[in-house]
């Protein structure tokens, strides 16, 4: 009975670092979700001061799309943007609780290049148009953003192969024990003519197993972790704008973990068996003199 406890006790352990990348990149798949709405191209929204007549809205087009560095501008009306905020947040009863239209009049103008020296200019100038109260550069905390997803992504490519590193190692000491304990038997099957490979095949098999398991620990125990965050998460975002969400790993990706896990300890026994049974063949064993 102790055997498969230890064994299953292995298996956790391994499952445990195996899970670690596996919610990370929930976390990465889901943050990647929430922000894929979210505007990355270079534009600058200017808005109007809140009693900005027609003729300060035909004004301030003219001049924004006379200007060198303006690709498109968009207009939206006070009236629209009031709209888009009802059907894209919970405020909508309050929004129509309120006596006026707190919302001015607003330019989307999409700009042609990034360069900061010539954006700050731009605004610089569009900011002087009469009429102009504001002019924001939203896309820059986007570019921001995308950039820290970026560099989540590597760094979850690093833990990765740190932990697989792990994975391997550990798979292979446990084999290695295993052997060691069989040390005998496997000397008797070479002396009657068994081969490496005919010694080394119950070791890998193992070895696939027991990665191949503790993927699928793995998968169990971050879908677990991930489903409380996400129960967590669903009762918090009701008081809050925006709706956040946990997407788990699609099952494409979830094989690939399995996969993974398996072939990280076949190599790891692979490696553990073939070095043992270098140091203790019988042909190195016992060496007959000429």
């Known amino acids: ?21 596996v919610i990370a990149a929930v976390a990465l798949r889901s943050a990647g979700a929430l922000t894929s709405g979210v505007e990355t191209d270079p534009h600058v929204n200017v808005y109007l001061a809140l009693d900005a007549t027609d003729a300060d809205v035909r004004r301030v087009e003219a001049a924004l799309r006379s200007h060198p ?24 009863e309050l ?56 560099f989540g992504d590597r760094l979850l490519a690093g ?20 052997v060691l304990s069989r040390r005998e038997e496997i000397e008797v099957s070479q002396l009657v003519g068994a081969t490496a490979s005919d010694v080394r095949r119950p070791f890998l098999y193992h070895g696939l197993l027991q990665g191949a398991a503790a993927g699928a620990a793995a998968l169990a125990l971050a879908w677990a972790a991930t489903a409380w965050v996400g129960a967590e998460l669903g009762a918090l975002t009701p008081a809050y704008a925006i709706e956040l969400k946990v997407l788990f790993l699609s099952v494409e990706s979830s094989v690939w973990v399995v996969a993974l896990s398996a072939a990280l300890g076949l190599a790891g026994a692979w490696w553990a068996v073939g070095r043992e049974l270098r140091q203790f063949s019988p042909s190195t064993r016992n060496p007959r003199a000429g």
């Open 159 to 178: 833990i990765a192969g740190v932990l697989g590193a792990a994975v391997a190692f550990i798979v292979g000491h446990l084999i290695r024990l295993q």
């Open 1 to 21: 009975a102790a055997q498969p406890l230890a064994a299953a006790f292995s298996v956790l352990v391994l499952a445990v670092a195996i899970a670690l990348p």
């Open 95 to 150: 929004l129509a609780s309120l006596d006026r239209n707190p919302l001015p009049h607003a330019f989307t103008v999409r700009v042609r290049v990034e360069d900061s020296e010539k954006l700050a200019a731009a605004r610089e100038a569009w900011s002087k148009i009469a009429g102009v109260d504001q002019v924001v550069a939203d896309f820059e905390w986007s570019e921001r953003l995308r950039r820290w997803m970026r």
């Open 69 to 92: 560095q303006a690709a498109s501008v968009r207009f939206v009306s006070r009236n629209q943007a009031l709209d888009e905020l009802k059907a894209t947040t919970h405020l909508a």
